[in-house]
């Protein structure tokens, strides 16, 4: 599959944008929501975000992107807060770091993580996922 | 060295002409890169120079005015779009003050993100 890219003219040339690019700010700004993780079953933070059946999906537009993000929330934080606050964080990250127009933003929560595996899945994390248990 | 290779601007039938390689454009303009904030050096290191950046810079003749396109990973954290318009104008400006060549457009792609923690960017 072709990369896609995002063309904005500007007075002295074009600038062109990886999608990846895109990618990467916009899961950035997933992870800085508390109470977010990735789906169950998928590799680290980042890895969760690589394919577009996974985690996130940008679909481009001219001069504008709209967003799809499925998420799993941590039991015991407000699921529509969190939700909220991904969806103001992803806005906010691709407009302000990548200059992009966001139309839509859709979050998908699909699972919800009892605080105990989450904790798991954190130290799993920081140990570089060397621990299976 | 063929024709296409260089630049050449006619000063004058008396004075003789002089040619600028694709090289130089595509040097000065990476070094012009690396003086960007938010600009990602490729591997950490400088700007690659002469035959090595003509990998990353890319250099177009028409009609007498230059046309430049650069491919750079920019630092998370800094706005993706206005580095990529400093990086034009510190383009057009190096360039055309170092060669005299008057450069039409400075077309950037940004390939990816690089976050503070990663050490070395993969080359794109």
């Known amino acids: 599959m072709a990369e896609q890219r995002l063309v ?11 999608l990846s690019t895109l990618e ?15 789906l169950r079953g998928g590799g680290g933070l980042m890895n969760i975000f690589a394919g577009p059946e996974e985690g996130l999906l940008i679909t481009l537009g001219e001069e504008r992107v709209d967003v799809e993000l499925r998420i799993a929330v941590v039991l015991g934080y407000p699921v529509h807060e969190v939700a909220q606050g991904v969806q103001q964080a992803v806005r906010e990250d691709l407009e302000g770091l990548a200059g992009v127009r966001v139309g839509r933003v859709d979050v998908f929560v699909k699972q919800v993580i009892p605080p105990q595996e989450a904790l798991v899945l954190e130290e799993e994390s920081e140990e570089g996922g060397e621990n299976n248990g | 060295m063929a024709k296409e290779e260089e630049f050449v601007s006619e000063t ?17 303009a990476g070094i ?35 046309r430049i396109g650069i491919k750079v990973s920019v630092i998370y954290g800094h706005p993706v779009h206005e580095v990529a318009q400093k990086l034009q ?4 400006e190096e360039v055309e003050k170092m060669t005299a060549l008057p450069v039409e457009a400075v077309d950037v792609e940004v390939t990816r993100v690089v976050f503070p923690e990663e050490e070395h960017p993969e080359e794109v």
Do not use: Y
Request: charge should be positive.
């Open chain 1, 8 to 18: 904005l003219e500007r007075p002295l040339g074009r600038v062109t944008v990886h």
């Open chain 1, 24 to 38: 990467a700010i916009a899961a950035r700004a997933v992870e800085k929501v508390e109470g977010v993780r990735p």
């Open chain 2, 12 to 28: 004058g039938p008396e004075e003789g002409k002089v040619s600028i390689s694709r090289d130089v454009i595509a040097t000065i």
């Open chain 2, 32 to 66: 012009a890169a690396t003086e960007v904030e938010g600009i990602a050096p490729p591997k950490g290191e400088n700007f690659p120079r002469g035959g090595a950046a003509r990998k990353l810079v890319e250099t177009q003749l028409a009609e007498g005015r230059v």
């Open chain 2, 89 to 92: 104008e510190r383009i057009k």
